[in-house]
């Protein structure tokens, strides 16, 4: 009854606005901005919902029954996909457009296969890519739900996929990163092998990967 969704100024740390997310069990997820930044949407628990981010009024909530969300949403085809979490595991791909409780007339589609728990999704036109606890990579038609096609990892993955120019990055515990050409047929380019225990999402940036594992931290680049 109690959670919240704060904005806070950058420079001072001072409250812009306090949104309420009404009933909602405990959430892991972090929030994103659609709508070109006029909205943020924040999932965990059973809901899903979306924020003005300049008043904090809460404008739409849609019924995402699963507790222990960590999957972040993501945007495209002009959907947010989300996932719910361990009782009620779903993939969900929401309408944007909605005011109020938009559970009845806003979700677009919903698949049981493939549901991501740890690893975030990521979308590359026209698909979804996800991977399940039990270390699944799917590939799913995004504006549809329906799967196109799924392969079987090699060891853990917490770290969730990244797109960098064109390529599919997918980071194992192991340490071991698939490249892949994204489509509509699993297409491996090769893997690379750090050989350390590797947790966390890698970052890119200005032409740059860059890679937490439990020893070090790497920047990956041409020389």
């Not at 949104?19 to 965990?44: F, M, N, W, Y």
Request: proline content about 4%; charged content about 20%.
């Amino acid at each position: 009854e109690h959670a919240v969704v704060l904005s806070l100024d950058t420079a001072t740390g001072a409250v812009r606005w306090k949104g309420k997310r009404g009933a909602s069990r405990v959430g892991h997820v972090t929030p994103i901005l659609v709508d070109e930044g006029a909205q943020v949407v924040s999932a965990g628990g059973d809901r899903v919902q979306g924020f003005d981010t300049q008043t904090g009024e809460r404008i739409w909530s849609i019924y995402s029954q699963g507790e222990g969300v960590t999957p972040s949403p993501v945007v495209g085809e002009g959907l947010i996909f989300t996932s719910s979490g361990f009782e009620a595991p779903t993939v969900r791909a929401i309408r944007m457009g909605g005011e109020g409780d938009i559970t009845e007339t806003h979700i677009a589609w919903e698949q049981k296969k493939g549901v991501p728990v740890l690893a975030s999704p990521l979308y590359v036109h026209p698909h979804l890519y996800t991977i399940t606890r039990d270390n699944i990579l799917h590939c799913i038609d995004a504006a549809t739900g329906d799967v196109v096609w799924n392969e079987r990892l090699n060891g853990g993955h917490w770290a969730s996929p990244v797109l960098a120019d064109g390529r599919i990055y997918i980071l194992s515990e192991e340490g071991v990163t698939r490249v892949l050409r994204p489509g509509p047929q699993y297409d491996e380019i090769t893997r690379n092998n750090l050989e350390e225990t590797c947790f966390a999402s890698m970052a890119v940036s200005q032409g740059k990967f860059y890679i937490r594992s439990s020893e070090h931290l790497y920047c990956i680049g041409k020389q």
